[in-house]
């Protein structure tokens, strides 16, 4: 019997008979309200409250999602992780993933990122805790596709043991910091004033901004990378930018489903990078003019701005700019991981 309604393979995503059933959701998980409300507050990224958890400022409206996921996730060995920091590239990855791994599935005439935005398509474990959908987790065939902005040492047990492979996204710390004080403009609400600028740059210093220090959250992502690295590939956004076909050809076998010389003929990777770029996703977004399912309200708009590197010569002092690099240096000292900061190397290159 045919189903009732079409759900994207992977992405546990239905069409729109799921609507009507909402009411009757199950509700997120109240039991950690009372621990949550004791967490150290930081208010000041507006509309976004933090909370420190675990030596991370995880917002605290994900934070029943993040609980009960470190509590009941059970990663599968063939799951696939997109992990980031917040602003670093995450759409992208996910989209990318999402069309590689699926590839078989779809015809480009006819494919889900022309309807849906990639973080439909690739769900936030977090979120579908905090939703009350778990089971959805559970019903999803393999290989899962699935998403989270969690540092390394925030993960359940199941994944960072022999739970899936992890593809992680790092940007340059500066254009992070860019790209998340627009993004928290966008949210904003009208009635209420802008973290200035000089605020949010020193918060973001010290490490008190959505999802913790950027440079503690790089850092164990790229130690666990060279450490396991059949376990997790370490990207850099500005490297897919300059080389989108060597990133998908690279995330194609580290996923073990590598382009096949009569794909590559055929011109499939190309075709994938179109799909996913910057001015494709931005326009399908355009069209879709639904707003992202957060808490927050947020257009799909929101998820594409400029998507370059090195933006931040727009935005920063040469002074701030020097202060950050320093922050850097200190931060990712001995780690083997560098910015191109140091190597003279222009805003546009790692
Ligand atoms: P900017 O604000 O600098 O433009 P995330 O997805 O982790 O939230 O990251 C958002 C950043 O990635 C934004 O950067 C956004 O414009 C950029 N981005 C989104 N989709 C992209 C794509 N397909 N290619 C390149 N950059 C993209």
Redesign the pocket.
Known sequence: MAAPFSVIPNSGLASAPEEAKREDAPKPPQQFDGLISTLPLNQEWIPIRLRKYQDFWIPEHSLPGVMAMQQNFEARPDDVFVL?Y???????LK?LAFAIMTRTHYSMADHPLLRSNPHECVLFIPSVFSNGTASKLEAMPSPRILGSHLAYSLLPDSMKGSGGRFLYVCREPK?VF??RW??NDKMRPDSVEPIPFERAFDLYCDGISPYGSIWEHVREYWEESLRRPEKVLFLK?EEM?EEPVGTAKKLADFVGCPFSPEEENEGVVEEIIRL???DS??KLAGRMMHKLNTVIPLQTTS??????AG?WRNHMSEVMAGRMDAVTSQKLERSGLTFGISAGMEADGM
């Open positions: 980031s917040p602003k670093s590239g995450t759409t992208w989209a254009d860019i790209s627009h993004f956004y930018l996913c770029s910057f996703l931005s998820l594409y701005r400029k998507g370059v933006d």
